[in-house]
């Protein structure tokens, strides 16, 4: 029998991974956003639930029985009303595990000093996210001001860079990588979902992989084992050589996404709760366990990182 493994060492099997997205307000409307998908425009899109009901969601969160690591989205979570309150209550939160983290995904749009004087929290970062239907010579210069700032600041920085589809953007894209690989910030290729199927990747050609052959290059993180070796790849490799399908392999599943109005589901599985009736849902989490994959891929690194077995 040969036993195969993938995952990420650094991701912890023991820890609820947890993506809340905290209003659907944003500044911006890019055509392959996932969460006006999930939201609807002329539905629950650029609206936010109240204060007293975000703040029993931080409680469910700060009462967790496994150490979490949060994830503020959105929407832009930087334009939340009570955007330093709700840092403080969610650091709190998240700090009452050794492992607990938090970070906040965000276009770097914000003006007027934000970041500059955004108050410093240990076992916090920035996840920023360059959207190219957006840019302008004006506002990459403030998102780089921004990214600076925040390293500057002692925070730890990631960039997502929206690999968009379009090939119009593409020598926008490798100018702006090329910027950030001065910067020194970690860069991470973000390839967009398919909005019409939750576990789908976008279609990308062949072309697209060929100009993007830089990401190859890329650290490798993304762990295939079996009782022979061990072979590092990372999101580029495994997408273009379509290395993404885990059905029936034993996956120890722990991503968990809150939505706006605090219903929280289990990431792959059809298991939902209401974290503002149900006070103790991440309490009652004591173990993760495995659960046997359903899908035909992961269509994303988070996904790609959670510890699964496969015995052939």
Known sequence: MKDLKQYD??????????????????????????AIDDYGLDKDWDKIDSWTRQKLVIRNIKNSS???????????????????????LCHDAISQHKDGRLYVTTN????????????????????WSIHFEYITDKNILNIFK?????????????????????????????NIIDVLEKMNVEIH??????????????????????????????????IFEDNEKITKYNDYTIFNNKMTCFKDWDCWNNNYEINIFGKVQRLC????????????????????????????????????KIYKECHV
């Open 146 to 174: 921004n990214i600076q700032t925040s390293i500057d600041n002692g925070f730890r920085n990631k960039v997502n860079v929206m690999l968009h589809p379009d090939k119009k953007y593409w020598k926008q894209i490798h």
């Open 66 to 88: 496994l150490p979490c690591f949060l994830g503020l989205l959105g929407g832009e979570p930087t334009i939340h009303p009570r955007y330093n309150e709700l840092i403080e």
């Open 269 to 304: 599985f059809d298991e939902r709760d209401d974290l503002i009736t149900n006070f103790n849902y991440f309490k009652k989490i004591k173990e993760i366990k495995p659960r046997r994959c359903p899908h035909n891929s992961c269509n994303c690194d988070g996904l790609l």
């Open 9 to 34: 060492i650094k991701h912890k099997i023991q820890r609820n991974y947890i993506h809340w997205d905290v209003s659907s307000q944003c500044q911006l409307k890019c055509s392959y956003c996932y």
């Open 108 to 127: 770097g749009l914000q003006t007027n000093d934000f970041f500059k004087t955004h108050k410093f929290y240990k076992n916090m970062y920035f996840l």
């Open 189 to 222: 290729p973000h390839f967009l979902y398919d909005n019409g199927n939750v576990h789908g990747l976008h279609n990308y050609p062949k072309e697209f992989y060929d100009e993007f052959k830089r990401f190859e290059n890329y650290d490798e993180y993304l």
